[in-house]
């Protein structure tokens, strides 16, 4: 999430360099995405794009200001700063979710600190953590779905559809070329996210684009699900 605030740079890396060269977090996705934005369509996986090394001019830090300790930072005191900071947290970066009493996999596009003094950014392919035997969530008609995650905040999400009949597999990877129907959701105040599921009986493939924080990150990216609605 790019938050209003200062207007000094937050320097973009690709997120696997950050992380697994440190220490790998074991992150997976879901749908193509780049930067802190919810993911769109399941359709398109575009190819990794080079590493950059070089302050993103796009990217709004979050306030307060971030630290004058350089790029590196510092790791504390507290959510500490910069690169540092970032690889201080990294476990709080989420790898899975839960979508009513399923468990999912979840793909980082996205991650920053909170204070805006750092940030990591990453394409991911469509379809990742996504299965052709993926075992369904079944519910009525229009039941209300919890989506949350472990020690995190979700703060928003986009939620989509298509007929599960629509998705192909190739590489691993599932895909529809229909661009899905929104399902409504609600933030929660207990930091989780309620999803209605569809009104009309059927098995669909549910995507998501969560938008999260921890105590000193916040992040987005995307996860896969099925959901199974069976009339009363």
Request: charge should be negative.
């Amino acid at each position: 999430m790019n938050a209003p605030g200062s207007s000094r740079p937050i320097l973009v890396v690709m997120i696997a360099e950050l992380l697994v060269a440190a220490c790998s977090v074991g992150a997976p996705p879901g749908s193509a995405v780049a930067s802190i934005e919810p993911s769109g369509s399941a359709a398109v996986a575009p190819a990794n794009p080079s590493v950059s090394l070089e302050p993103s001019p796009s990217a709004e830090p979050a306030s307060p200001e971030p630290s004058t300790d350089g790029v590196d930072g510092a790791a504390g005191p507290g959510c500490g700063t910069g690169r540092l900071g970032l690889l201080g947290h990294r476990g709080e970066v989420p790898d899975m979710l839960h979508f009513g009493g399923a468990t999912i996999e979840f793909a980082t596009a996205g991650i920053a600190m909170r204070n805006g003094s750092y940030g990591a950014d990453d394409v991911i392919p469509a379809g990742l953590g996504l299965t052709p035997n993926e075992i369904a969530v079944k519910v009525a008609p229009s039941t209300r779905i919890l989506l949350r995650g472990d020690g995190l905040t979700l703060v928003s999400s986009t939620v989509r559809v298509v007929p599960w009949s629509t998705v192909s597999f190739t590489g691993g990877m599932g895909a529809s070329p229909q661009r899905g129907t929104e399902l409504p959701t609600r933030v929660r105040s207990d930091g989780s996210i309620s999803v209605s599921a569809p009104l009309a009986a059927g098995d669909y493939m549910v995507e998501f684009g969560p938008r999260w924080q921890s105590e000193c990150l916040q992040g987005d990216g995307s996860a896969y699900s099925r959901i199974k609605v069976v009339a009363p």
